[in-house]
């Protein structure tokens, strides 16, 4: 039997790639032998760019605004065909009063485009795009707390109801795009070890592993819903989160 975590020849679109999650993710499509990658962040790529193009592997970068309806768009048209899509950007900006908090609004809106709008944005644009070349594969990274609730009372409601709302949207889209051969599927990881939890305090004690994740135990699930051994997931969310949440 032939291996079918193989990535040659695929041309895979990541978002927060300049993040934790999205670079180790990069990482785990080059080691799989991926065709070429393509890049969006708000922020600099210059580093996992580097890194990429000292192992060959064939990359582009786009920096973007990826909240925006716009920049979608204009990633979607400069990337060319694409095989997969893993969706990491998002915020998941700390504070301790959301009952208070004057301008806590705006930043709720400010989460939910970046996590939840941003996500519809590029499916708008991908799907057609994937459905008219036979198919393809997207995954969107949602949280276990979307799943329950959170696992860090500074982690605030908008963050939590933008990952409901991420795992919610997966089962909407997996419904209409399978028929087109498009696969649409998530990860929801626990806490992982990157600069978006790099303020926060994880008590040993409290993580059935006795730690976090590393962000490349994110990377090699996305990559497989990547490739050709994940023929038959749709609609699927993968708990990665070290057992710490059970459903
Ligand atoms: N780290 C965790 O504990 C954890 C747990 C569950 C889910 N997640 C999710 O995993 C994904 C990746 O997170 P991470 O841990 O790698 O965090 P990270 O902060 O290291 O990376 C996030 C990346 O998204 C980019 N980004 C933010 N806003 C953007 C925008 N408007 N347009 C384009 N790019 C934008 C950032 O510049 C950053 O590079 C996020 O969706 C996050 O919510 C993370």
């Not at 180790?24 to 790529?45: N, S």
């Not at 990633?75 to 893993?86: K, M, N, S, W």
């Not at 976090?212 to 994110?218: Q, V, W």
Request: with cysteine.
């Amino acid at each position: 039997m032939k291996n079918a975590i193989d990535l040659t020849g695929r041309r895979i679109l990541l978002t927060g790639a300049a993040g934790g999650i999205g670079a180790a993710t990069a990482r785990a499509c080059a080691a799989l032998g991926v065709g070429e990658l393509v890049l969006a962040d708000v922020g600099p790529m210059d580093d996992i760019v580097a890194e990429l193009r000292a192992q060959n592997v064939a990359v582009s970068a786009h920096q973007c605004d990826l909240s925006l309806r716009k920049d979608n768009a204009e990633l979607i048209a400069a990337a060319g065909p694409l095989d997969a899509a893993v969706a990491c950007a998002g915020i998941c900006p700390l504070e301790e009063d959301w009952l208070d908090d004057p301008d806590w609004d705006d930043v709720f809106h400010r989460v939910m485009d970046v996590n939840l709008l941003g996500p519809i944005h590029l499916c708008r644009e991908l799907l057609p795009a994937m459905a008219a070349r036979g198919g393809g594969q997207i995954v969107l990274i949602g949280s276990i707390g979307g799943r329950m609730g959170g696992t860090s009372p500074i982690v605030q409601p908008h963050y939590i109801a933008s990952k409901g709302g991420v795992h919610a949207l997966i089962w909407w889209l997996a419904q209409r795009a399978a028929p087109q051969g498009v696969l649409v599927n998530g990860i929801a990881p626990g806490p992982i070890a990157t600069a978006m939890t790099a303020t926060t305090v994880y008590p040993k004690e409290k993580y059935p592993l006795g730690r976090i994740g590393e962000p490349e135990e994110i990377a090699w699930p996305a990559a497989f819903l990547c490739s050709p051994a994940a023929s038959y997931f749709s609609g699927a969310i993968l708990d990665v989160n070290g057992g710490l949440f059970v459903s």
